[in-house]
């Protein structure tokens, strides 16, 4: 999209102004002159309508001015400098007919008589509707070509153009009528008729590629290209309807051509500012009751014509009132399907709901791509913008089209009763709330955003947490490799040493090497109890030998006095357990020691009590009777516990009883995720 923004280059801006109010003041004197030309030579008003030179002043004025705006306003854009010369030649003609007319009159000299009267009467007007305004649609919106590849329809444009003005003006003949208004440089050209028919064939193709280019922006561009091309297409549709005859016929009322004075201003108004209205709405409604009218005139002149071809002459009353009675009741069905494809072209399916909530979910089946479902989604209900948050961190899940500041509606997105996500739709210009049809189909469409939203939020989870895994397995293994390496490497190197040296000493020093034997046996000792101790840190060997419940019980007697801190502990352990994963039974027995140790460090009571009970979980309950704090943290025991537990899919819990402080947790028998 071109730029707003002045040119870069320093001091082009003041030149393009001053060439704007050149261009101004240059249209300003020829408006004023076909004026002056056309009193001072009393020119009658059928005269002025049928020479055109009325729709040349009228249509010529209309470009110049939308030109000047677009080129003030958008200076980089080249349709305003080509709507600006496209206006300047109609006006030269209107100025060249009425002061011509008025030459005549006042005997000037015949070679000014038929400059101003044949020359630029007959020529001029091609500059705007022959030769500016194809090559313009074809560079509207932005000023640029679809692509390079369309250089080739520029040129042949523009030698179209330049033949009818150049053809023109070497043949005879004139808007006004007499000889003596023939073109000055007139050479009585006569024109091949294959020669016209070539290129009248030319020119049409020419044009229709101009329409297919438009066709191809509008297919291809985003929300605002839409929007202009949208200006263009209203105009265009108020010309055909008003010159519907003259195009069908090449006959008909001269000053209907004073329609065409739509196109640039539509042009000017999609360039400057195209969000000045809901373009969209405009179209909608008119082509609704454009198609309507026509609809009811033809088929009432359709039903009169049958009826009268069965009916006898006398009954003309009786047929135009059966005809007037069969078109009012076909009228609302017409009016309803016109409707509904008119308002499928320009906002989508939103008048049906379920269709397109199904059409979503499909998408969804197929594929989770939130970015795709989202462009669907506002496809489906041709809106401008939609984006889809998260509702965990705010995130932006995806976004079709752009906001720009444009104001959006809210839709909170919900999934078994809590907030997953927001989708924001974006508003369609010219509206202030989101259309009722529009807000009915967003609500049915939330929900399988919805479940799309947090399945994908699911997927980032399971992915954090295989990542949170692997990490977590580096890090054991760099814990083992440095328990390996500072406790037992050391020492192992330090025993064969001291092995070697004692060796050595058996025969000369027995005495000293027995010694050494001894420092060995000792270090051994001290090596075999690192070795344990990492064993045991990995997994308890009790588990292996004695389960869960021997395990535990076996923690328990081997509390010293001084770990108990005075605390009587109780047990309630099934006698039986049913088999348990490994990770599982790890985590109940690590969860259960982290409990019991809370409670000797921070517990001021005299009992604790350690309970396990298996039904369709694994529960386990470690309870203290010392008094509850007032105010309390959960500290890394705490969490540890409630880790432990989540890591194989269970869950844990800690607080204030009435009668003192308990720890719970809840864990799956065979380690797949608890119910409930």
């Keep these: ?96 007919a009425t002061l011509g007319w008025y030459a005549d009159q006042a005997d000037w000299p015949t070679a000014l008589v038929r400059g101003l009267g044949g020359t630029l009467a007959t020529g001029a007007w091609q500059l705007g509707i022959g030769l500016m305004l194809p090559i313009a649609l074809l560079l509207f919106p932005d000023g640029r070509l679809p692509s390079r590849r369309w250089r080739a329809l520029v040129w042949v444009l523009a030698l179209s153009g330049s033949y009818q003005l150049i053809t023109g003006v070497l043949s005879d003949g004139s808007p006004l009528p007499g000889d003596q208004f023939d073109s000055l440089i007139s050479i009585g050209l006569e024109v091949p008729w294959l020669v ?20 191809l922006r509008y297919r291809r561009g985003d929300e605002r290209v839409k929007r202009q091309l949208l200006w263009l297409i209203l105009a265009i549709i108020f010309d055909l309807v008003i010159n519907g005859q003259r195009t069908i016929t090449a006959e008909g009322p001269i000053l209907l051509l004073l329609s065409f004075v739509l196109v640039p201003v539509a042009i000017g108004i999609a360039i400057v500012r195209y ?14 009751y454009g198609l309507v009218i026509a609809v009811i005139v033809a088929g009432y002149a359709g039903i009169v014509a049958a009826l009268s071809l069965v009916v006898s002459a006398g009954a003309e009353r009786g047929t135009s009132i059966l005809a007037a009675i069969v078109v009012a009741i076909c009228f609302n069905p017409v009016r309803l399907l016109i409707q509904k494809m008119i308002d499928r072209a320009f906002y989508g399916s939103r008048s049906d709901p379920a269709r397109t909530a199904r059409g979503i979910g ?30 965990s961190d705010a995130g932006l899940a995806a976004q079709s089209g752009s906001p720009n500041g444009d104001p959006g509606h809210v839709l909170p997105l919900s999934y078994r009763g809590a907030q997953v996500g927001t989708l924001t739709v974006g508003l369609r210009r010219g509206e202030t709330e989101l259309h009722d049809a529009d807000r009915q189909t967003l609500e049915l469409i939330g929900t399988p955003l919805a479940v799309a939203l947090h399945a994908t939020a699911l997927t980032e989870q399971v992915q954090q947490a295989r990542v949170a895994t692997v990490e977590a397995g580096a890090s054991e293994r760099v814990r083992l490799q440095r328990e390996l390496h500072d406790g037992l490497g050391p020492a192992l190197t330090s025993l064969t040493f001291t092995a070697d040296a004692a060796s050595n000493l058996v025969r000369s020093d027995p005495a000293e090497a027995e010694r050494m034997l001894a420092d060995v046996r000792t270090e051994l000792r001290e090596a075999l109890d690192n070795v344990r101790r990492v064993v045991y840190g990995l ?12 395990a535990v019980r076996q923690r328990v007697a081997a509390l010293a006095p001084a770990e108990r801190s005075g605390i009587w502990i109780r047990l309630e352990l099934p006698d039986e357990l049913p088999a348990l994963s490994p990770a599982v039974e790890l985590a109940a027995y690590r969860i259960v020691n982290e409990a019991m140790a809370n409670v000797f460090r921070h517990s001021a009571g005299a009992q604790c009590e350690v309970r396990l009970v298996v039904g369709a979980d694994l529960m386990i309950m470690v309870t203290d009777d010392g008094p509850t704090p007032e105010r309390w943290t959960a500290g890394v025991g705490l969490h540890s516990i409630v880790e432990r ?32």
Excluded at 24 to 45: F, Q, R
Excluded at 275 to 288: A, C, G, N, P, Y
């Design 539 to 550: 997994r308890p060997i009790e588990l292996d030998d004695l389960g869960l419940v021997g």
């Design 196 to 215: 016209n028919e070539i290129v009248g064939w030319v020119g049409l193709v020419a044009a229709l590629l101009v329409v297919a280019s438009l066709i």
């Design 1 to 96: 999209m071109a730029s707003d923004a002045e040119p870069a280059v320093p001091g082009s801006g003041n030149r393009h102004r001053a060439g704007v109010l050149v261009a101004l003041a240059s249209g300003c004197v020829l408006v004023v002159a076909t004026i002056v030309g056309a009193l001072a030579s009393g020119i009658g008003w059928d005269l002025l309508v049928s020479s055109y030179t009325l729709t040349n002043l009228v249509i010529g004025a209309s470009f110049l001015a939308s030109g000047i705006v677009i080129a003030w306003f958008r200076p980089q854009n080249v349709v305003g400098r080509l709507f600006i010369v496209a206006g300047l030649g109609p006006l030269l003609s209107a100025a060249g």
């Design 645 to 676: 537990a989540e890591e194989v899919g269970g869950s844990a819990s800690a607080g204030p009883t009435e009668s003192g402080w308990q720890v719970c947790a809840r864990l799956p028998l065979s380690g797949a995720p608890v119910s409930g």
């Design 275 to 288: 969000e000045l209205l809901d373009i969209r709405l405009v179209i909608s409604r008119t082509l609704l």
């Design 362 to 391: 499909q998408g969804l089946r197929e594929d989770d791509d939130l970015d795709g479902v989202l462009e669907r989604t506002r496809q489906a209900l041709r809106l401008p913008w939609a984006t889809l948050q998260r509702a």
